[in-house]
């Protein structure tokens, strides 16, 4: 175990850390002990500092002694503060989102605009090996793949955590014996909540069964993350290999994917970054073999289960619907190039999906084109009889996203052309048609 030492800090930043000397670090500081002591060891290490302090408003009185208290130490040891109010339960509120994870967001937006506008490279937070090892049961106890299970980083993105190797404990001693005055969070001890139940209940009995618990469980989570980075070797592999992505849809082909020996860690791998869960990929699993179109849903990505792969996809606001298009350059949703004429004696059909020829005498301008529904029907051109444009999607082979990205153009209220695929047998071009509308899309 580390000795908590400004020097230890010094090297923790610097090898863990990967945090220059001449870094400007913004230390995130709340009052408590971990990240008093932090602000304490960072500037009796010499560094390049200021801090920064949310009032969340969350504890009345309370929230107010932690911005009293982080105040008056800064101003006591000449350190810029930043310091800024949260109405925090409202804007958990209009964002549907738990308060520690409103907390969170607005917190790390903040700093993150200090970043930017006052050019610190790195924001320092107290983060300790105590909250290492309890994210690491919480991650357990929800479900999680390996990664989950290593802990907390000493750096992300821009954010760096040099307190993780020391306890709890001997972040108070040093306190204590440094004379630094901190706060306590009475929200800790509300069992209610999860951690604060794996703090108080669970992890006193496991640390009675071995007196070396927090020296073993950090060996596990370092191992874990050996394990991590051997499996990351391997997800990329595949995902370089055989994943494919168009224009933002992901593809992963299902045969290859059982081809893998533990295709199942496999999945949860390349699903985990597009927020799909441990209990949604079992269930993906559970309908490898099913029918084609089946949906499963995270809060920002959708999977489609089509015939040979598995989709996702960002679930997307309804955009344009409908609109109308007429003789010369329509820019929309679909940009389509219309114009009439003269049939010449020497006219040929074109040949390529996105061209076609109707005739105009048929047709009624301006043009409805709209996304199809169900329950739309056409005469497919070389037909007799109406189809329906759901069984033409079987017969074309559709998957569920060629559906939805299906367009339709009408004529009144009947359809000449499924875009880009078929036209209808009533408007095509006969040895009769005097007119020519072409329709081009772009």
């Not at 606001?317 to 020497?346: C, M, S």
Request: charged share 25%.
């Amino acid at each position: 175990m580390y000795a908590i030492t400004p020097q230890a800090i010094q090297n923790i930043l610097a090898e863990k850390c990967q945090v220059a000397e001449t870094d400007k670090l913004l230390v995130a500081v709340s009052g408590g002990a971990d990240s008093m002591a932090l602000l304490h060891l960072l500037q009796k290490a010499g560094c390049q500092l200021a801090a920064a302090h949310c009032n969340f408003q969350l504890r009345g009185d309370a929230s107010d002694s932690d911005e009293h208290l982080v105040t008056d130490y800064c101003n006591a040891n000449a350190i810029q503060l930043y310091k800024t109010t949260f109405d925090t339960q409202r804007f958990a509120a209009d964002n549907k989102l738990s308060i520690e994870m409103a907390a969170r967001e607005l917190r790390y937006n903040w700093f993150q605009e200090i970043i930017n506008d006052e050019g610190y490279n790195t924001i320092v937070t107290g983060h300790h090996g105590n909250d290492s090892i309890e994210t690491f049961f919480l991650n357990l106890v929800r479900g999680t793949g390996v990664k989950g299970l290593t802990g907390i980083s000493f750096r992300n993105n821009n954010i760096a955590r040099p307190l993780l190797p020391f306890t709890r404990e001997q972040i108070e001693r040093y306190c204590e014996k440094n004379n630094l005055d901190w706060c306590h969070d009475a929200s800790n001890d509300d069992c209610r909540f999860i951690r604060n139940k794996l703090r108080h209940e669970v992890i006193p009995v496991l640390e009675s069964i071995n007196p070396a618990f927090f020296d073993t469980m950090q060996m596990n989570m370092a191992h874990l993350q050996d394990t991590e980075l051997m499996l990351e070797g391997e997800v990329e592999r595949f995902r370089t290999n055989e994943v494919v992505d168009e224009e933002g849809t992901v593809i992963i082909p299902i045969s290859k994917l059982k081809l893998y020996p533990y295709y199942a860690s496999l999945l949860f791998e390349l699903l985990r970054p597009y927020g799909f869960n441990s209990s949604v990929v079992k269930e993906v699993l559970e309908h490898l073999e099913g029918l084609s179109g089946k949906q499963f849903f995270s809060d920002s990505y959708r999977l489609i289960k089509d015939r040979h792969n598995l989709l996702v996809l960002p679930i997307e606001e309804i955009g344009v619907q409908h609109f109308w298009i007429e003789e010369g350059l329509n820019v929309g949703e679909q940009t389509l190039t219309i114009r009439v004429y003269e049939k010449p004696a020497d006219f040929s059909f074109s040949r390529k999906p996105e061209l076609i020829h109707l005739d105009a005498d048929l047709v009624d301008l301006p043009l409805l084109v709209r996304k199809w529904k169900q329950g739309d029907a056409f005469m497919p051109l070389g037909m007799k009889n109406f189809k329906k444009l759901s069984d033409f999607f079987i017969d074309e082979k559709y998957s569920l996203k060629d559906k939805e990205d299906a367009w339709l153009i009408l004529s009144g209220e009947n359809i000449v052309w499924v875009l880009g695929k078929r036209i209808d047998e009533r408007y095509k071009v006969m040895k009769r048609t005097k007119r020519i509308l072409e329709i081009q899309l772009q």
